[in-house]
């Protein structure tokens, strides 16, 4: 089955550029499912950053849109996201995950599977 | 954006039913998601669509849906429930398209 995992650098300094790279095992990121990151700063709930589709097309949180790119490598089988201007409220776990949709209800969405996670702490 | 609301903690008996709700205006569009995330590990799918669960979730997880509120059901609650729930649904208000989160449910089982 597929399975998800999260690598980059668990400290990254204030005003830096944060980067992380989900790399998918068991399938083809060009399947018709969208994949997104998702995070949770510590002791605090879930938090949608973004979502992208193989061909590229993408999709933000509003909150964070301006600092937020995620990109597609199909030859590689591998998603990413840089997160810019980084301060200290942008620690948190990071999870990549891979959201699925029914085809026969309309409407029908959720993510299966989550990555593990990867802490990323922005100190200097 | 779209937001859904949640209770911050519930507490059930051991072996009682319990439902933690979701509300939100994106719920009269599209189906909740339901997870489990215990401490330190990633969240687990519990419940999807209308009243779906993954294999390997015992069948005492159920889910329903009305209006703008989705709600999660656990009849007979284990000590292993005790975890934080999350819900989430797709959300596509005004010409944004994207993902939204509850901000989590705490069940502790007495």
């Known amino acids: 089955q597929v399975q998800l995992q999260e690598s980059g650098p668990g400290l990254v300094k204030p005003s830096g550029t944060l980067s992380l790279t989900c790399a998918v095992s068991g399938g083809s990121i060009s399947s018709s499912n969208w994949w997104s990151w998702v995070r949770q700063p510590p002791g605090k709930g879930l938090e949608w950053i973004g979502e992208i589709y193989h061909s590229g097309s993408t999709n933000y949180n509003p909150s964070l849109k301006s600092r937020v790119t995620i990109s597609v490598d199909k030859s590689k089988n591998q998603f990413s996201l840089k997160l810019s201007s980084v301060t200290a409220a942008d620690t948190a776990v990071y999870y990549c995950?891979?959201?699925?949709?029914?085809?026969?209800?309309?409407?029908?969405?959720?993510?299966?599977?989550w990555g593990q996670g990867t802490l990323v702490t922005v100190s200097s | 954006s779209s937001e859904l609301t949640q209770d911050p903690a519930v507490s059930v008996a051991l072996g009682q039913t319990v439902r933690i709700t979701c509300q939100g205006d994106?719920?009269?569009?599209?189906?909740a998601s339901w997870y489990q995330q215990k401490p330190g590990q990633a969240p687990v799918l519990v419940i999807y669509g209308k009243n779906n669960r993954p294999s390997g979730i015992p069948d005492r997880f159920s889910g329903s849906s009305s209006g703008n509120t989705a709600s999660l059901t656990i009849t007979g609650a284990q000590a292993e429930d005790e975890a934080d729930y999350y819900c989430n649904s797709r959300d596509s208000s005004g010409n944004h398209q994207g993902v939204v989160f509850g901000g989590g449910t705490k069940l502790t089982v007495l």
């Open positions: 995950a891979r959201l699925l949709s029914s085809m026969a209800v309309a409407g029908t969405y959720w993510f299966d599977p």
């Open positions: 994106s719920l009269r569009s599209y189906y």
